[in-house]
């Protein structure tokens, strides 16, 4: 699904922030992402989701070599990948609802197909009491979860997802990664970054370690 | 005055605000459906992804508005300058002046008699008349004073000869005719008067062209630096739809949905200004206008009203200035996407 061969990243003319990065991620498989806070985790999702270019190496999502994807077709290539921010990233001037319904909205479908596609996603996350509420009323573990809700609206082959549990209590937490579980199992590719181990070390599964730049691989 | 005694004060007059608002929100509704409409969104009870409150709407549809009215103002006084010199035109080019210059020896009634003969022979020609002396002499009065005998005088007589069809009459032949018989003749089609009207109201119409090309441009530069704030308050929007999924032509439509509204919004006020403006303003005209009847305006550029035509030419400013401010937004938005990833 995913490969990275040899991949080095650096900001303009800075010192590279990832060295010789090589692995592969395989459909259905479920992996954490960790390392200190500055190791480069966002810099590793931001390259998945071909937001920035990587300075060297090769990268090849769904068969396709990140170099020749052209800005026409990234869209297309979004839509199959559902990420979920750190800051959650919610337009605070649409509802829960309509911001969850917005990765389907933007592919142009009418309300009336997906409307009760959203609102059982909605039930399913636990906001189906808050679907019209404005995100600023949200607390932080409801944006969390209407942010995750976004992501997985469009069935997305992958989920990428920047520390989800940074903004939450540790019941909570436990909470949105059985969540993450129950989609992996359900047929969904998961990347979870996170810097807290001691969440990491409750599930027995596939770890990516970055440390100065460079990756190791705990299968 | 303790805080009690503010607050109901203070609420009376932002209950008062929200009123208006709402009034003003209700009264630009069609104008804000037809912008969504005309930029793709059938389903009006979504909410815009491009936040309202995110586009400095306002200061915009203010500059539009002044825009669209001095692109009226200038259409409207091209349209004016026009229609008068077709009007002088028409005018001047019916009729023409026959002049016979009085000599030594030679009878002036006879000679134009016989110019009036030879004139009514060409094809084209109406009524010919000649003009009588005391008509001469009221024409020469305010130079000359009252009571003059112009027989005394070798005062020019003139020949008024209507014209009935411009395309069969030969000005050139005519004029050969009449000088192969009478003395001292001469014919006046005020053809320099006509050219230097014409070339007068060619460089009107050409400056107020200009004028409105730089009106236009004006706006679409005004449209462009709203676009690009618009676009730095809503990166994270942008930013979010990239992440979801979305087309850069979906993204530019969502811009351009809440600027074509802005800018039909500020067009239509503009338009009404100057609609306002001519019927109070001809209104006004008339007022002022003196005992002879007519102002020096009228006389000039006539009637300073909304005539059909200036009128078509409002809707027509209005069109193009909405459709200016979609087209202009949509090229920045889709310039600037075109670069980030």
New interface residues.
Partial sequence: MIRFENVGLRYGMGPEVLRDISFQIAPRSFQFLTGPSGAGKTSLLRLLFLSIRPSRGLISIFGKDSVQVGNDELPEIRRRIGIVFQDFRLLDHMTTYENVALPLRVQGMDETRYRSDVVELLDWVGLGERMHVLPPILSGGEKQRAAIARALISRPDILLADEPTGNVDPPLARRLLRLFIELNKLGTTVVIATHDLALIDQFDTRRFVLKDGRLQIYD | MTDQEQYPRYRAEHSAKDTARTGLRVAFAPIRYAARWLAGHR?M???P?V?P?SVAGTALVAVIAIMSFLACLTLAAVTMVFEQAQLWESDVSSELTVQIRPSDGVDIEFEIERAIRITQREPGIGRVRAMEEADGAALLEPWLGAGLDLSELPVPRLIIVDIDNPAMLDVGRLRANLSDSITGVSVDDHGIWIDQLKRIANVTIATGIGIFLLVLAATCLSVVFATRGAMAGNQ??I??????????R?IAGEFQGRFLFIGLKGGLIGCIAAATFFVVGGGLLGFLEGPSGGSPFQALFGGFSLTPLVFIGFVFVLILVSALTAVTTRMTVERYL?TV?
């Fill in positions: 389903d009870r979504q909410t992804i936040p409150q994270v929007v930013s979010v739809l990239h992440f979801v999924g979305a087309l850069n979906y075109a990833q």
